[in-house]
């Protein structure tokens, strides 16, 4: 009577354990992580001579293959998150931050990260300018725009638009 008993919660223990098994391959199955990335973009500029001196971009020509870098900073002031960008044909930088995460809700994009100036390919259009805080950091702006596919999301701020400035302009005669 007894190993009849053991056989009846041996057998009850086995079909527990398939029962958990196949449920758990089902909350896998069932719940795909979506994937958010965070996306900064913004334009790259030469700024014309005739308004050098100030922020504005009148005038002013796309730069392609100009270097800007994507700061982040933690909550206590840290570098949790560095890498440097290219801009397209047309002065046109898209970088996606892989590997950003926010451990601290003042770690948020929008609190944390600035785009900064690196480098222009012009010698004739190569030094820094702080347009729209270049130099310092440009802050990011929240414009409303995500991008959508299956199973993932990008959520995209802007930043600039950024300039460098002419490293020789005409002296401007003044009558």
Known sequence: MASNQLVIEISLLLLLSLAFTSVTAVEEVSYKEEKVDVVVEGMVYCQSCEYFG?????????????????????????????K???????????????????????????HSCRVELVSSPLPSCNLLSNINSGINGS??????????????????YAA???AFRPAHCPSMKHY
């Open 54 to 82: 100030t922020w504005s971009l009148t005038g002013a020509k796309p730069i392609p293959s100009a270097k800007v870098s994507v700061v982040c900073k933690d909550h206590k002031d840290r570098v949790s998150f560095y």
């Open 160 to 162: 600039g638009p950024l």
């Open 139 to 156: 802050p990011l702006r929240y414009e409303n725009k995500r991008l959508f596919g299956k199973n993932y999301e990008a959520v995209v």
């Open 84 to 110: 440097a960008f290219s801009t397209n044909g047309n002065g046109y930088f898209y970088a996606q931050l892989e590997g950003f995460k926010m451990s601290h809700i003042l770690d948020h994009p929008l």
